[in-house]
């Protein structure tokens, strides 16, 4: 892989991780935009496809047109569609925190250590903090994600400068 490629990336992501910090509502509402453009394109091309390939025709037919409405749903209505994606990715990572905190304790049960259960454990807190304050989530999800955002915005240029140097 070529050095600027993930410079570019770093770079993109530092701006968007600046830009959740000091402008939160205006970034979440244009990434959210641009994601429903997404899937409003991606639908429609989704449904093309099944003059070209007729394959999982019935798929693709669904998959088409849940992406038209969310894309369309979102595009008309913004701040309400940010509003339910930053809600339902709350409730999906909280469910996943759960599923996988349980798993972990079952495996340290049987023999897998005591780490593995230590981590379940704070999975299963992670998740039941989440579903328990979903809008308290929902609203900070912008900072937590610059937040990620800057840090893997840093991340990813000091290994374009590695890769350059090597």
């Known amino acids: 892989m070529p050095w600027w490629i993930p410079l570019i990336q770093g770079i993109a992501l530092l701006i968007v991780g600046i830009l ?3 402008s939160p509502i205006r970034t979440t509402l244009f990434i959210v935009q641009v994601l429903a453009l997404y899937w409003f394109l991606s639908g429609i091309f989704e449904i093309v496809s099944i003059f ?3 394959t999982a025709w019935g798929w693709k037919l669904l998959g088409g047109i849940i992406g038209i ?7 008309s209505q913004p701040v309400a569609g940010a509003l339910v994606l930053g809600f339902t990715l709350v409730v999906v990572l909280g469910i996943q925190a759960l599923i996988m905190g349980i798993v972990n304790v079952i495996q340290a049960l049987r023999g897998a250590g005591w780490g593995i259960g230590v981590l379940g454990i704070i999975n299963i807190l992670f ?16 900072w937590v994600i610059g937040a990620f955002a800057i840090v893997g915005g840093i991340s990813a240029i000091f290994m374009a400068f590695r890769l350059r140097s090597n």
């Open 69 to 75: 409405l969310a894309g369309y749903y979102i595009l």
């Open 20 to 22: 959740l910090f000091t």
């Open 52 to 54: 070209l390939d007729r």
């Open 127 to 142: 998740g039941v903090i989440l579903l328990g304050n979903t809008l308290i989530a929902t609203a900070t999800l912008p």
